[in-house]
């Protein structure tokens, strides 16, 4: 059962726009992260948010910025798309070690 | 860091039979150990997890073992079956926080 809820479940977009993609989690978890999948499958973790504070911050450009409104919502900004970004991005959540996934917003940068 | 190496990044095999796949991790703080499955067009879903006091756990199909000495995390799916058919990933952590480290993947494919 999806308590994890990403939109959107696609985005085409060209170069230099700027995307935003939404994340909410109904499992009162206070953790939430951003998880980058590539076209190979490699998992690279992007942001996690405890409690709306920032703890991990995988060097990622500075175009990403995550939003969080409260500890159920993490969202992720990118300000200028570059082909490179292309890729699924992943939410999830936790409360221990286990990750909780959303589905995906597979992203597609003409 | 940590770094964990799986392998083999693709898996073919028939209906019925087993499939096993392997992880290498490097911290021997390592404490946390586990298993995902990402089907299709889908996020991950935990399958199993154990702590590192645990060397051995069976749950529906399912057998993971753990090799602390030569630091070794297996997956084997006994009886495989074409809804097995999908990316099968290893996790692990220190247990400080929930920060995994993820291997890279395992393309796992059942044919009829």
């Known amino acids: 059962e999806t308590a994890v809820f990403q939109t959107p479940n696609y985005h085409v977009t060209q170069v230099g726009n700027e995307v935003s993609f939404n994340c909410k989690q109904t499992l009162g978890h206070d953790t939430m992260y951003w998880y980058k999948q590539d076209s190979k499958k490699l998992l690279k973790i992007m942001f996690s948010y405890n409690n709306k504070q920032l703890i991990v911050n995988e060097t990622v450009p500075r175009r990403f910025s995550p939003q969080s409104s409260d500890k159920a919502h993490l969202n992720l900004r990118i300000k200028s798309v570059e082909p490179e970004d292309s890729a699924v991005y992943l939410c999830?959540?936790?409360?221990?070690?286990?990750?909780?996934f959303g589905h995906g917003t597979k992203l597609s940068v003409l | 860091g940590e770094q964990v190496e799986q392998r083999p990044p693709h898996l073919s095999v028939r209906e019925g039979d087993s499939a096993i796949i392997i992880c290498t991790y490097t911290d021997s703080a390592t404490a946390y150990f586990s298993w995902y499955k990402q089907e299709a067009g889908a996020g991950l879903q935990l399958l199993m997890s154990v702590l590192s006091n645990v060397d051995r756990k069976e749950e529906q199909g399912l057998t993971v073992l753990l090799n602390k000495k030569d630091k070794r995390l297996s997956l084997n799916l006994t009886a495989a079956h074409p809804g097995d058919s999908a990316v099968y990933f290893c996790?692990?952590?220190?247990?400080?926080?929930?920060?995994?480290?993820f291997g890279g993947g395992t393309r796992l494919t059942v044919r009829p």
């Open positions: 999830a959540s936790s409360s221990t070690e286990r990750l909780f």
């Open positions: 996790a692990v952590s220190n247990n400080a926080g929930a920060k995994l480290t």
